[in-house]
Each structure stands twice: as C-alpha cells, then as structure tokens.
C-alpha cells in the first residue's frame, strides 16, 4: 500500500485538479474517490503546512482552497471487524504522548458507512487511551472545548491514517485541523 501522509480537503468546489497540480510541487499527492479529498506523501510535514500558509498569505489562489491539512503519523488497511483492534496497535507506542493533556479522538470516516460508527470508535479509543495511560501511572482528560491534542484518525475505504494535532500546530496552521 502507497504510504501517505497527509491528508489534503478542498474549501471550494471547481479547482480541485488545480490543486493537485499545484500540490505535486510538494510531494506526491492522488486524488481519492472522494469528492475533494487528496492524499499526499511530503518530505516534511511542518514544512509542508509553513509553504501553505506563506502560499495564502501570497493570495495564491490554488491554496486559499485548501480547506483542512490532516498530518498523519501511521497508516494502515484494514477490515471492519479489525479496525478497533489495528487503531489501538496503531495509537500504542505515542500514547504516552498523550500523558497529563486535555484530549478528544475524532474519526473521519469515508466510506463503509453504517459498518463503522465513527462515534463508537471515538469513545472506544478514549477509554483506551485513559486505560492505558493509567497503567502507565499517567493521567489525561477527554476535551472537546479546549484540547492540548485531539488524536485524528481518516479513514479512506478500507486505508486509514492516524495523527495527533497539536494545541501549538493548530495555532500556527489554522487549516491543521479536524473539523
């Protein structure tokens, strides 16, 4: 499976083949079955998301269409009845990451619908998250107002991404985000 990791989604309808022809500049971007949801392999994701946001300041048109930037750390494929199971495996070795914050897990899910239950999922991982972090004699908080992190997860089909968004890179990329 094509390693991705980066998630691109378009503000506007129209110039979507613009922006990937724009994108390609940066790494090796494919358009999904998606309406207006890209992914990309980049070199660096900060330094992505830095030529973004200085491609918006320069009012370049490709890039004020440029809706949401998901960064994504794993990647992986899947079946409905291993998807649980393949996330948590997914989130283990950064959860401690995780440690002391004010979090939420968010799933984006495109296509399986009514198999995956994007809520369910995103409760699951919370209590897996605060189970594991105690055994790890951490704590951490489920926040939905003001989170220090919020664990993203994008489903493709049957491909799936996973990241973490942080208080700080959201700040500094207002488009790093999840809704």
């Given at each position: ?122 409760q699951a991982l919370d209590a897996y998250i605060l189970d594991e972090l105690i055994d790890l004699g951490h704590r951490a908080t489920i926040d939905f107002d003001d989170p220090d992190a ?30």
């Open positions: 499976m094509w390693q991705f990791n980066v998630l691109v989604t378009m503000a506007h309808d129209g110039r979507y083949y613009h922006l990937l022809k724009e994108l390609t500049v940066y790494g090796e971007f494919h358009k999904t079955g998606f309406h207006g949801v890209a992914l990309g392999r980049v070199t660096d994701v900060e330094g992505f998301c830095e030529t973004i946001l200085q491609k918006r300041d320069a009012q370049m048109i490709a890039f004020q269409d440029v809706a949401r930037v998901v960064p994504l750390e794993r990647v992986f494929t899947f079946e409905v009845d291993d998807f649980l199971a393949k996330l948590c495996e997914a989130l283990r070795p950064w959860i401690a990451r995780l440690a002391e914050c004010r979090f939420h897990v968010r799933l984006e899910r495109r296509g399986l619908k009514g198999q995956i239950i994007s809520p369910d999922i995103e919020v664990v993203a997860i994008e489903t493709i089909g049957d491909r799936c991404g996973v990241g973490l968004i942080t208080r700080e890179m959201n700040e500094k990329f207002d488009f790093v985000r999840v809704d």
